[in-house]
């Protein structure tokens, strides 16, 4: 009966990764547009911390029904060693949310950047600077020019 339902190239019609993938980051951007309402804004401040997340998921969600509906002609599931970086970043950026307020933005941010650009095959040296004016940047661009306080590192008062 499978044999039936496969087309030419041996794939199943209406079977992707690119709809798995599209149905997965849905449900991400439904929970950070769900999970962003219980962050709470500083007295007076005009923009919240939970605007970031809900700014993210709109085209997240777009984007990922946009996999869901017209997904790519290239259906075949990434090998061994694609699969196992994909499932490294996902675990880097989950520590990252986890780590974030207990070791304070800067040092998570740029464990998590020097992680991540290692696993793209980049020199400790290059992650190490790009992981450090990356997560400088962000921090700055938060912190100073969107008035968003961030989690600074324990025992550390400015």
């Avoid at 993938?21 to 951007?29: D, I, N, T």
């Avoid at 020019?145 to 400015?158: E, H, K, R, T, V």
Wanted: no cysteine; net charge neutral.
């Amino acid at each position: 009966m499978s044999e039936l339902l496969q087309d030419d190239a041996g794939r199943v019609p209406g079977v992707s990764g690119d709809r798995v993938a599209g149905a997965l980051l849905l449900v991400l951007a439904v929970g950070a547009w769900w999970l962003s309402h219980d962050l709470e804004s500083g007295f007076m401040q005009p923009i919240g911390p939970g605007e970031y997340p809900r700014l993210i998921s709109l085209p997240l969600a777009a984007l990922s029904l946009l996999l869901i509906l017209r997904p790519g002609v290239n259906q075949r599931w990434p090998r061994r060693a694609a699969l196992l970086r994909q499932a490294l970043t996902l675990l880097v950026l989950a520590s990252f949310a986890g780590l974030v307020k207990p070791l304070g933005f800067l040092p998570a941010s740029l464990m998590t950047v020097v992680l991540l650009v290692r696993l793209f095959g980049a020199s400790w040296r290059s992650a190490l600077v790009s992981g450090a004016a990356l997560a400088l940047a962000l921090y700055a661009l938060f912190e100073f020019a969107l008035g968003i306080p961030l989690p600074d590192m324990p025992g550390l008062d400015w």
